[in-house]
């Protein structure tokens, strides 16, 4: 860039070029830099990859052995400036002994909600008509897996259960 | 080996060919109101480069313009500094063109044979005001929604057509999406298309015509 001739010195010409080079560099440094940041940020944040949490439903003091509890809670999810709020519906069933049946609402075939029926003592699939057991086994339909199972534990005669998201 | 890389390019290619004529031409003794228009020009590259980075999170939609900036503002590393430049650079651009078409105006450098040049500055200027016209409602905040009513409607006050010109810039009688998209997609495709053009063909005139000397006092 500098052409410093021991006899001429620096010439003018080339000091004027070699500024505005350097000038040149640094304000495309000054862009340029941060635009790979600026470009790459959402992408390296930590928050997008799996989320899990203790969800707490409720006393389990006022359920009754036997009978299919549904609870209802919503988590909302954030990806950059869009909210969306997705709703849970869980079963709980109490069973003799202190231990529980906790199922998800979702259906194992197209993901639509069951809701239990207590006049035919099952969980009915609106959508296409798959029908599980109160222990969330399958009696008929196409669904290929019984009901999905959450982990829970009891804290303080509260049932939580733990919701893994992906 | 750098050298000989390029010395096979230039012989291929004719870069310094170029390069003499672009950058090393010959030059009256000028001062620097004359460095207005390279300023002007660096201003526009770097709207383009920041507007195209602001483009990879903006969205076009009154739901989500205005999440979508402050998205940029807060959460994007260096979005405050790459929608900062584009923000301040457009203020800075309307200046030194303005001060650019004044200096071209006061030493006469309009006249013979630079008139075609003086006539795609003239545009250039309207489409920077364009751009700025456009840009402004992007935010679609209270300021630019306002901003952007009164100046369409200033429009509507030109006998017979106004009502007409009114319309077709909202893209219906009212602000709406309409509004936003069609601003939108003018900020970002069709006015900077013409503002590159014109670029073009005013640098071309520039660089074929050379620069004026500053006129003497017995001219």
């Known amino acids: 860039m500098a052409h410093a001739g021991p006899e001429y010195g620096l010439s003018r010409r080339s000091f004027v070029t070699g500024v505005v080079g350097i000038l040149g560099g640094i304000i495309a440094a000054v862009v340029g830099l941060p635009a790979i940041g600026y470009l790459l940020s959402p992408s390296l944040k930590s928050g997008t990859a799996t989320k899990e949490e203790w969800v707490p439903l409720g006393p389990i003091e006022e359920l009754v052995v036997g009978e299919p509890r549904l609870f209802a ?28 049946d906790v199922f998800s609402n979702v259906c194992t075939h197209l993901s639509c909600r069951v809701s239990w029926k207590e006049d035919e003592n099952e969980y009915v699939c609106p959508c296409h008509d798959g029908r599980f057991a109160k222990d969330g086994s399958i009696i008929s339909g196409p669904q290929p897996r019984p009901l999905n199972r959450f ?16 | 080996m750098a050298a000989q890389i390029l010395t096979w390019l230039d012989e291929r290619l004719g870069l310094t060919g170029i390069y003499k004529t672009v950058l090393d031409r010959k030059v009256p ?50 979005g405050w500094l790459i929608r900062g430049i584009h923000h301040w650079g457009a203020t800075l651009m309307v200046i030194t063109v303005v001060l650019h078409m004044l ?21 250039l200027l309207l489409v920077t005001l364009g751009m700025g016209f456009t840009g402004y409602l992007l935010p679609w905040n209270q ?27 909202r893209g219906g009688t009212d602000l709406s999406t309409l509004t936003l998209v069609r601003f939108f997609s003018a900020h970002i495709w069709m006015l900077p298309a013409a503002l590159f053009g014109l670029i073009g063909v005013h640098i071309y005139l520039v660089i074929r015509l050379g620069i004026s000397k500053i006129p003497s006092e017995d001219e």
């Not at chain 2, 228009?37 to 999170?57: D, E, K």
């Open chain 1, 73 to 100: 809670f919503t988590r909302t999810k954030q990806v950059g400036w869009e909210r969306t709020a997705n709703s849970y519906g869980v079963y709980v069933v109490r069973k003799a002994g202190d231990s529980y």
């Open chain 1, 151 to 166: 982990e829970y534990k009891i804290e303080e005669g509260t049932i939580y259960i733990h919701l893994v998201e992906a």
């Open chain 2, 29 to 78: 003794k000028v001062n620097w109101a004359f460095t207005l228009g390279s300023a002007t020009l660096f201003l526009a590259v770097m709207q383009a480069a920041t507007g195209i980075f602001l483009s990879a999170y903006y969205v076009p939609h009154p739901d989500q313009a205005y999440d979508s900036i402050n998205y940029i503002m807060n959460d994007v590393a260096f």
């Open chain 2, 103 to 123: 200096r071209t105006f006061f030493y006469g450098a309009y006249k013979y044979p630079r008139e075609v040049t003086w006539v795609t500055g003239v545009f």
């Open chain 2, 143 to 169: 300021r630019a929604y306002w901003a952007t009513t009164v100046g369409t409607s200033i429009t509507e006050t030109i006998p017979f057509i106004g009502p007409f010109i009114n319309q077709a810039l």
